[in-house]
């Protein structure tokens, strides 16, 4: 059977429809967070949660892991979880209350994750470590971790690729999800990335670009980074910050300055619906 014929895009897609739902509401609910990086990154995580990882069970030892590095995100990831049943829907309507469960980054006690993000490239390192770990344990479960473009202007995420490449982690793959923008302004005009995947590939990475919005070419990645040995996978998914929701794709304003009003929620909804 075909890699496409495997894919139900057309579930995948009604997934992310729902997830982005559920990920604006929150948002309106707490009155704070990070819409745009959240929208970009929600059919990668849609795809991870319902078509790649391998967790049977939470507690099992031979699970996947999936670390959320790029943290103010984690509206998409909770939004996942709830809908793979880890989490309850009416915990995402108390995002950042206080008290509550889900707080403006991932910690730990929340079913489901698996690091407190931390700073930025922090959620890398951790991911690289039981990566290793897996290595030393001989265990089969692969690690994926998901990092901002912003996040790649730290150098605790260069000295991570070293680190990865140098131990042979071809159990790891790296996702950056490269919306183009970070908290401020377009990605370069605070600090170019380009070259990226050269950069990746000069640090001795197997280097994927795709379309992060497209669920066949989703597929295909990490399909193929599970043949690639001794050295670890970089996906760089182009993505659109604030995708499904025309006012707010590509709008710096839009990275998690503010919640919707109840006009804009009401806008968006529609148009996610369609």
Request: with cysteine; charged share 25%; aromatic share 10%.
């Amino acid at each position: 059977m075909s890699l496409e014929k495997m894919i139900d895009t057309l579930k995948l897609t009604q997934l992310a429809g729902i997830i982005r739902k559920n990920i604006i509401l929150s948002i309106y609910y707490s009155k704070s967070g990070h819409v745009g990086g959240s929208f970009s990154c929600a059919d990668i995580l849609t795809f991870l949660y319902f078509a790649e990882l391998k967790i049977p069970d939470i507690s099992d030892p031979n699970r996947d892991r999936f670390i959320l590095s790029k943290g103010h995100s984690c509206p998409a990831l909770y939004a996942v979880l709830s809908e793979k049943g880890f989490i309850t829907e009416k915990e995402l309507w108390k995002l950042r209350h206080t008290g509550a469960l889900l707080q403006g980054h991932p910690e730990m006690g929340i079913p489901g994750i698996e690091s407190p993000s931390g700073s930025l490239g922090q959620g890398f390192s951790f991911a690289l470590g039981v990566a290793l770990g897996a290595k030393k344990l001989e265990k089969e479960f692969r690690v994926y971790v998901l990092l901002g473009d912003g996040e790649c202007n730290e150098g605790e995420v260069w000295e991570g690729a070293m680190f990865g490449a140098f131990h042979r982690l071809d159990n790891l793959v790296a996702i950056v999800d490269y919306n183009k923008l970070q908290s401020d302004d377009f990605c370069e005009n605070i600090t170019s990335l380009e070259p990226l995947a050269e950069k990746w590939k000069a640090f001795g990475w197997n280097v994927i670009e795709i379309n992060g919005h497209d669920f066949k070419e989703i597929a295909f990645a990490f399909d193929l980074a599970k043949k690639i040995k001794k050295r670890p996978t970089c996906i760089i998914a182009h993505t659109i910050k604030g995708k499904g929701v025309s006012f707010m794709e590509n709008n710096p304003e839009w990275h998690g300055s503010r919640a919707p009003t109840e006009e804009e929620l009401k806008l968006a909804l529609e148009e996610l619906e369609k």
